[in-house]
């Protein structure tokens, strides 16, 4: 029994150790993907040793602290809102994970609470720990050091590389760490214990001011946050369409799409898309509605009451420098929540303090049913310890299996990506494939296997003498694609990316297939609702409008497009082109002055525009020449590559816009 203890303790603290250091590159998001993965494991491992022992020991012990309802409340609310709302469950479960996270960290804190106090410590001493080895790597990027190891990825020799994931989590993580750090030097009594503390928080330190050079203004590292009143704006109208449990975990960057004021484009970040709301309330209350607001209204107010209740009683007593840093730690963590978009270490940060904190009480639940036997003595069954334990170990076995095949599927996926890199088609098309065949329900697989097989497709139409092969396979190329387009919108309806691709198929093959058109003008409709204030929505459905010679219409949704960003010189100069094909020269005119307006005196934009003013000027038809560098005109429709065109079959139409 000592040794199923001794694995718990060890799972646990190496759990906590590794979350923040490690990552791998043989996935597209080596950061997120291998911690949250992690996160699951060490977990799920810990449960399984808890149903073994319970089983042994016939009772199961449990610890109850004063922050369990406020964890179990925020957990169930994320639960219930990816079950209930998300649309693709692997947004919620897998990347970005967020269910997944929540529900990951709410167990963690349970396994802590049932930890002793001395296990509690010796957490605290992995933390630190681990956020020293952070710092360091962070360090050695800093000064060039990784830059000489040749076999390393080319983001791990950038200045600002950080295996945290990012400049922001690495802040938060070695700002409340070096306070760790400080309350161990005041409160540890062994010299050498103290001394290590001290040199690892200097090394924290350090690597906390070089993470915050990386953000300092006109560094290119600087990253951007949220706007608050675009999250303000996000939540509130989310409410007002699924009031009770939001858009769903992990489900942000759709919501953020549909509801973002008009007046976000008039910032400097209009092309950013946000999947995370400027804080975390704001954050819930979008993406677990109310359920998810209350709950972390219930944890804060829980926070708030235990921080007066230590501050009171701190000053009636001698201070305990550890109990101190931790509470200082949970203060600024809470902070740090209002101020900052959640991510994901600062989440993992939350739990693990709370249980560091929690006032816990322990107790033992006799799960032994006792029966007389033959000869009159009693005998025991653990039947009841294996009814609890089986399903634990069942499920996670079937967790492992799943996530496993899911993992499997990220590895081939980021294989594929790397065959693309290398510009081996073949590699990437058999990759991608394996990567969907592991785990079809990932939109992002879809979505690059559709544009790998457009890009075969077009690459095969450029043979001058097609064969009768060449186009059956053509077709099935083209078709392929719009069956995994069509594929990436059915998994994920609400996001208007999924639309705007297939949109973009159904215009590439426009030169190949009869309906194409309508197909492409269908689907940008669909992608414009789903994202109505982004202009180049707008732009590439009235290019399609423009190409088709339906320039009425093409007029119509570039004033559109100019109405939700007036600034957008393309707008107008689409606009102008438009304007002149139906012979309105006058207000093309306007039109051009505006792009003018907007454009460098010095850029080969004004020089375009310039020349296309002038032409209008002179009432001419206008082709000019040289290649723009933002000012982009619509294209006239190409002439049918394979004749007579491709008929598309009957599976080819746009999928419904309602589930």
Partial sequence: MKLLDTLEKYILLLTVFLIPIVFLPIFPNPFDTTKIALLAAGISLALVVKAVKTVIKGSLEISTGNFDIPVVLVALAYLLSAIIKTPNKMDAFFLPGTATLVLGGALLYFLINSSGAKDKKALVFTLFLSSTVSALFSLFAFSGILTKVAVLPSYMKEANFTVLGGILPAIVFFGLTVILGIGLILSEKELVKKIFAMLASVIILLGLVVSVIAIMPNKSTSFNLPPFQSSWVVAIETLKESPIFGVGAGNYLSAFNRFRPISYNSGSLWELRFTTASDLPLTALTEAGLLGLAAVVILFFAVGKLIAKNVR?????????????????????????????????????????????????????????????????????????????????????????????????????????????????????????????????????????????????????????????????????????????????????????NWELLARIYQSIMPFAEGADQFAIQTYAQAVTLDPINPNLRLALGGVYYALGRFDDAIQVFQLAVLAKPDLANAHYNLGLALREKGQTDQAIDQINAVLSLVDKDSQDYQIAKAELDNLEKNKASKTTGEAETLTPPAKAEEPIIKPPIELPGDSTPPSTTP
């Avoid at 032994?368 to 039947?383: K, N, Y």
């Avoid at 299996?401 to 790397?418: P, S």
């Avoid at 990567?435 to 697989?445: E, M, T």
């Avoid at 690459?459 to 003498?465: G, M, R, V």
């Fill in 313 to 497: 009683e701190m000053a009636n007593k001698k201070i305990n420098f550890a109990e101190a840093s931790y509470l200082l730690i949970l203060t600024l963590t809470f902070v740090s929540l209002i101020l900052l978009p959640v991510n994901l270490i600062l989440m993992i940060m939350v739990f693990v303090l709370l249980s560091l904190n929690a006032d816990v009480r322990g107790s033992k639940v006799n799960l032994m049913t006792f029966t007389p036997s033959a000869t009159g003595a009693m005998s025991g069954s653990r039947i009841l310890p294996v009814i609890i334990a089986v399903p634990v170990i069942v499920a996670v076995g079937v967790f492992f299996f799943f996530g496993g095949r899911a993992i499997m599927a990220e590895y081939k996926f980021n294989q594929g990506l790397v065959a693309l890199t290398k510009n081996d088609g073949k590699g990437t098309y058999d990759l991608i494939r394996e990567a969907i065949s592991l785990n079809p329900y990932v939109d992002r697989y879809h979505a690059t296997y559709a544009q790998v097989n457009l890009a075969l497709a077009r690459a095969l139409a450029q043979n001058k003498d097609l064969t009768d092969n060449d186009k059956n396979t053509i077709t099935q190329l083209i078709q392929q694609a719009i069956r995994e387009g069509k594929a990436t919108v059915t998994l994920n309806r609400e996001r208007s990316g």
